[in-house]
């Protein structure tokens, strides 16, 4: 959406590329100093050396499509231990800790002189909580125009991923009538390790007749 104002939003760009995206958190138990190495779809990922007892791993680089991982621990006399994390992911998912977000004012620019250029405001909040879960949300207003989203994302380790949300929007047309509607979307990502694969399924069910996005027109489904 083109438009004159001010913008600002949070980037990953100030963070180490290890805490990009979402990556799911290791445990583990070494009984002595161990090598600990993880692979993902068959390349190795990562590589450390933990001290007796209970470790986390965090820091894992983040796929966009995630891909289970295997981790093989390495005692210092030889033997080896070896799990499978599961990771699957959906685009709203983040890192435990860490807050996305991005706000917007100005004022819209059509590019057409016939058309209005009406001030606005728009935000976006995303938090990643313990346990994998991501709650988030959004607004827009704007004269004659309000729309709110709410949602959720978790990830279900060996079930895969989901993330739900819903937007209520509300509108005053220029003939001064009023219209409401929700839309619900809907996606839901798995990775499979012993094929190597992903499959993402996403759902735009419209729950009322006529929703309006800003800026647009009525679509009528």
């Known amino acids: 959406?083109?438009?004159?104002?001010?913008?600002?939003?949070?980037?990953?760009?100030?963070?180490p590329d290890s805490q990009h995206g979402f990556a799911p958190v290791i445990h583990?138990?070494?009984?002595?100093?161990?090598?600990?190495s993880v692979k993902q779809n068959g390349y190795d990922v990562y590589q450390t050396t933990v001290p007796p007892g209970p470790?986390?791993?965090?820091d894992i680089n983040s796929a966009a499509n995630g891909g289970d991982l295997q981790v093989?621990?390495?005692?210092?006399?030889?033997?080896?231990?070896?799990?499978?994390v599961p990771y699957s992911s959906v685009p709203v998912l983040q890192r435990a800790g860490y807050t996305r977000y991005a706000l917007a004012m100005g004022e819209y620019r059509s590019g057409n002189n016939?058309?209005?250029s009406p001030k606005f405001i728009q935000g976006s909040l995303m938090h990643g909580l313990e346990g994998n879960w991501t709650p988030y949300g959004g607004m827009q207003i704007a004269e004659n125009y309000q729309?709110?989203?709410l949602?959720?994302?978790k990830d279900l380790g060996l079930f895969g991923a989901f993330?739900?949300?819903i937007t209520q929007a509300n509108t005053t047309l220029a003939d001064d009538t009023r219209h409401s509607g929700q839309s619900v979307k809907s996606v839901y990502s798995k990775s499979f390790y012993q094929t190597g694969t992903n499959i993402q399924v996403a759902g735009y069910p419209i729950l009322r007749k006529v929703f309006i996005t800003y800026p647009t027109v009525p679509t009528v489904e």
Request: negative net charge; charged residues 15%; hydrophobic residues 40%.
């Open 55 to 58: 470790f986390t791993i965090d």
């Open 72 to 84: 093989t621990i390495k005692e210092a006399d030889g033997s080896i231990q070896t799990l499978y």
């Open 1 to 15: 959406m083109n438009f004159r104002g001010l913008k600002i939003n949070s980037t990953e760009a100030m963070l």
């Open 114 to 116: 016939l058309q209005s």
């Open 151 to 153: 949602g959720i994302g």
């Open 147 to 149: 729309a709110f989203n």
């Open 163 to 165: 993330s739900f949300d």
């Open 28 to 36: 583990g138990i070494a009984r002595g100093t161990a090598q600990v």
